[in-house]
């Protein structure tokens, strides 16, 4: 059985960072703002603005997600460097 090489902060960063922009995506899907008949013109200009508003978070809650995925599929494939480690010598061939 092969053992998967996996770096555990990257990973666990990119986890947290797609676990918040999850909950903050809820969050602003539940507060979206409602428009309602009879409204004047002042209360229909904030609400546009509050629709934008909400618009632009939902997309930057968006864009956390999608660099939390990446976080979690680099740390895949990344390896530690080992501070331990014996420095490579390389040997000139004898000419």
Do not use: C
């Amino acid at each position: 059985m092969r053992k998967m090489l996996i770096d555990k902060k990257m990973f666990a960063g990119g986890l947290s960072m797609l676990i918040v922009g999850v909950v903050i995506t809820v969050y602003l899907n539940t507060i979206m703002p409602v428009g309602q008949s009879g409204m004047t013109e002042e209360e229909i200009i904030d609400l546009i603005a509050m629709e934008e508003d909400n618009k632009n978070m939902n997309t930057l809650a968006g864009i956390l997600i999608g660099i939390g995925f990446l976080l979690i599929l680099i740390s895949f494939g990344a390896k530690r460097k080992r501070k331990n480690s014996p420095e490579k010598v390389e040997k000139k061939p004898i000419t």
